[in-house]
């Protein structure tokens, strides 16, 4: 059975560069996209007395579905570079997060 490559130190800060961005363009995607949807600049959050809960847990919704797909395809985008550089993928084969 061949050796299976190890991958590069380098991808550690690498995939820590590629998170700390995409959080950061999924907090801009969600400030857009509650300025569309509801016509205001600032989302509600858990501790303002003056929302519903409704309002708090759909806007708590939206903000978490546009992170978990920004940040997904850039891992997945960081994923395929270091694959299509070195040859190895980044990841285990179990899959999963973290």
Known sequence: ???KKSLPVVYKPIG??????????????F???WKM???EDDAPDA???NRGWGEVLFAA???GAIFAVVRS???RTGAKAIERST????GDDKGGRD
């Open 61 to 63: 919704a939206v903000q």
């Open 37 to 39: 949807i509801r016509h």
């Open 47 to 49: 501790l303002d007395k």
């Open 16 to 29: 820590f560069l590629l998170g700390w961005t995409s959080g950061t363009l999924a907090g801009m995607a």
């Open 73 to 75: 395809a850039a891992d």
């Open 1 to 3: 059975m061949p050796k």
């Open 31 to 33: 400030q857009k996209t």
């Open 87 to 90: 040859g190895v993928w980044p």
